[in-house]
């Protein structure tokens, strides 16, 4: 088992630094790959970035390139998402998840367990 806990969101403004949290519970932590995915109102929830069990293998969606940053702390049982230059575009609900099997993924339905959400909302 596996329990997420996501902190860090608040209302920044355009061009703003954000980073989130993720800290898990269980020892399964370290071998899994973690995401990180973003639900706007009236949207479908949308990738956004992942890391591989040891954070040496990351992979963004082409909206937050260049701007956003996965990391991991196995040792703190807790993965990050650095956010800069944020825009109002990325106001939503950010959530983290975990998957158990497999690598690299962008398909929600492919992680097993999430965290609550936390509410990043960028004002202009």
């Known amino acids: 088992q596996l329990q997420l806990v996501e902190s860090g969101g608040g209302l920044v403004h355009t061009g703003d630094s954000l980073r989130l949290s993720c800290a898990a519970s269980?020892?399964?932590?370290?071998?899994?790959?973690m995401g990180w995915f973003r639900q706007a109102p009236g949207k479908e929830r949308e990738f956004v970035g992942a890391t591989n069990w040891n954070g040496s293998s990351t992979g963004y969606a082409d909206p937050v390139k260049g701007r956003f940053t996965i990391s991991r702390d196995n040792a703190k049982n807790t993965v990050y998402l650095q956010m800069n230059s944020l825009r109002p575009e990325d106001t939503a609900i950010y959530y983290c998840?975990?998957?158990?099997?497999?690598?690299?993924?962008?398909?929600?339905?492919?992680?097993?367990?999430w965290g609550q959400g936390t509410q990043v909302t960028v004002s202009s």
């Open positions: 269980g020892r399964i932590f370290s071998y899994s790959v």
């Open positions: 998840a975990a998957r158990l099997w497999g690598g690299l993924e962008y398909r929600f339905d492919q992680y097993e367990y």
